[in-house]
């Protein structure tokens, strides 16, 4: 029978292998209005690492209308 701990411990390796593999970047962008979206889609086309981070739930920042 397997132990609980070896399983635990084995669920934690594998989700901070992901994580550390996801914080491998190159560039970091702070706000994901346009200019931030832009930026990120041209650097990622460059071959870099992009992440985008926000902090509303939503991207686009100014760039959505309410009716």
């Known amino acids: ?6 399983i ?3 669920i934690i ?3 901070f292998e992901k994580l550390r593999s996801a914080t491998d ?5 702070i706000g994901g209005g346009p ?8 650097i990622s086309k ?3 690492r992009v992440a985008l981070l926000e902090k509303k739930l939503s991207i686009g920042s100014g ?4 009716i």
């Open 35 to 42: 200019s931030g979206l832009v930026a990120g889609y041209y």
């Open 63 to 66: 760039i959505w209308v309410r």
């Open 25 to 29: 970047l190159d560039v970091a962008i």
């Open 13 to 15: 390796d594998r989700y």
């Open 1 to 6: 029978m397997v132990d609980e701990t070896i």
């Open 46 to 48: 460059a071959g870099k």
């Open 8 to 10: 635990t411990n084995a």
